[in-house]
C-alpha cells in the first residue's frame, strides 16, 4: 500500500510519497519492501506519484518516458491525455478479460489497481507555466482524469492525511510549510499504519524552476522540523503540570 499527496500553493506544487511496497493479504502485510520508487518527474513542469501495482506502474512509467520525449509532450493537460491513453490501452491489452471493477459473481477477479495524481501546470502559447492543476487517474475507473479542486490529492492510505490536510491545508501557505505538511501527514500515518512507511519521497515543480526532486538530506531537515514543531506543540499541554 502507500500514501501519496499533491498540495498546490501559490507558490508552486509539492507532491510526495512514502516508499513501501506490501505483500500479502493487505488485511494482514505478510512483508515489505522500503524501497519503491513512486515519485516522477515527466516534464519540466509535470511530475506523478503511483501507488498501488507498483511493478505495472514502473512498466507504464518506462513506456511513457519514450512516448514524451518522441511526441514532445509539454503542459499538464497534454501529460493526461498522453497518460490517460497509454494506460488504457495498455490495461485493454494485458488484460482483455479482466474487469476493472470485480462483480459480484467473481468478485477476485479484476485487473490490477493503479492510482496515479499528476501534477502540473498549464502552459500558455510560449510554453509558459500559468496554472497549477492536480489530477487522479484510477484504473478501476478506465483511468479517466478526476480534477482536485480544492487544493490538495491524496491516494492510497488516505484517513489520517485527509484529515491533517482539512485542518492545517491552506493554499496561501510557503512551500516548505507544504512540504512540512506532507511530510507530517506520511510520517503520522506510518506510525498508525503498517502499510505506509519508509523513506520519505518528495518533489516541488515551480514556475519558475520546474521540477526538482528533494534531497535525502533536505527531506531529514524537514523530518526533523516537524520532529521540533512536534515537541513545541506536547509542551503546550504540559506547560501548567
Not at 502540473?120 to 509558459?128: C, F, I, M, T, V
Not at 488516505?158 to 512551500?175: E, F, G, T, V
Not at 535525502?216 to 512536534?230: C, D, F, Y
Request: hydrophobic share 40%.
Amino acid at each position: 500500500m502507500s500514501l501519496c499527496i499533491a498540495i498546490q500553493t501559490e507558490e508552486g506544487i509539492i507532491i510526495a510519497s512514502d516508499s513501501r511496497g506490501t505483500f500479502g493479504d493487505p488485511r494482514g502485510v505478510t512483508g515489505a519492501n522500503d524501497t519503491i520508487q513512486k515519485v516522477y518527474g515527466l516534464t519540466k513542469y509535470t511530475g506523478m506519484v503511483v501507488a498501488g501495482a507498483n511493478e505495472i506502474g514502473a512498466t507504464l512509467l518506462d513506456l511513457l518516458a519514450s512516448q514524451i520525449r518522441r511526441d514532445g509532450v509539454e503542459g499538464v493537460d497534454a501529460v493526461v491525455g498522453a497518460v490517460r491513453k497509454l494506460f488504457k490501452e495498455q490495461y485493454d491489452v494485458w488484460f482483455p478479460n479482466m474487469p476493472a471493477i470485480p462483480s459480484p459473481q467473481a468478485p477476485h477477479l479484476q485487473r490490477p489497481g493503479l492510482v496515479t495524481i499528476i501534477a502540473g501546470y498549464r502552459l500558455d502559447q510560449e510554453n509558459k507555466p500559468i496554472q497549477p492543476m492536480l489530477y487522479t487517474l484510477i484504473s478501476q475507473l478506465e483511468f479517466v482524469p478526476s480534477l482536485s479542486n480544492y487544493g490538495f490529492a491524496i491516494i492510497g492510505v488516505p484517513q489520517y492525511a485527509i484529515y491533517l490536510l482539512n485542518r492545517l491545508y491552506s493554499k496561501k501557505m510557503s512551500l516548505r510549510s507544504a512540504a512540512e505538511l506532507v511530510a507530517y501527514c506520511i510520517t503520522e500515518t506510518a506510525t498508525q499504519d503498517g502499510k505506509v512507511g519508509g523513506p520519505i519521497q518528495i518533489a516541488e515543480i515551480m514556475p519558475q524552476n520546474g521540477f526538482k526532486v528533494y534531497t535525502k538530506e533536505e527531506v531529514s531537515g524537514i523530518i526533523e522540523e516537524n520532529r521540533k514543531q512536534s515537541q513545541s506543540l506536547q509542551s503546550l499541554f504540559f506547560k501548567n503540570s
